[in-house]
């Protein structure tokens, strides 16, 4: 599985930015992928994620309402639409990639449940 993201740079905040990330590699059919973020000096953080199999999602309090997550199952990828973004949600943004199985449940916002990420792309939001 390679992931490859795209869609970062410098937005003024207010504005409308989405973030691309195309899936790879060997086609499975039930699996999840998220974006995660990691600002300077903090910890990498959950922000959203989808079923590319059922379309459930999954969104950090901090985006919902602001961001949304969407996915294009033939292309095997998804968009984070970012709306009014603000100065707090400047980050790198990882995407990544969980298999899933049927049998079990997942949370979506554990970042051990993801097995490929992507090299992430820099998001700065200026006020």
């Known amino acids: 599985v390679q992931l490859a993201e795209s869609g970062g740079g410098l937005v003024q905040a207010g504005e409308s930015l989405r973030l691309s990330c195309a899936q790879s590699?060997?086609?499975?059919?039930?699996?999840?992928m998220g974006w995660f973020r990691q600002a300077p000096g903090k910890e990498r953080e959950f922000v959203a994620a989808?079923?590319?199999?059922?379309?459930?999602?999954v969104y950090a309090d901090s985006v919902k309402g602001r961001f949304t997550i969407s996915r294009d199952r033939a292309k095997r990828t998804v968009y984070l639409q970012m709306n009014s973004p603000e100065s707090e949600d400047t980050a790198v943004y990882f995407c990544?990639?969980?298999?899933?199985?049927?049998?079990?449940?997942?949370?979506?916002?554990?970042?051990?449940?993801?097995?490929?990420w992507g090299q992430g792309t820099q998001v700065t939001v200026s006020s």
């Open positions: 990544a990639w969980a298999l899933q199985y049927y049998s079990r449940e997942y949370t979506y916002t554990d970042e051990h449940e993801y097995s490929y």
């Open positions: 989808i079923s590319l199999s059922t379309g459930y999602t």
């Open positions: 590699g060997r086609l499975y059919s039930n699996y999840a």
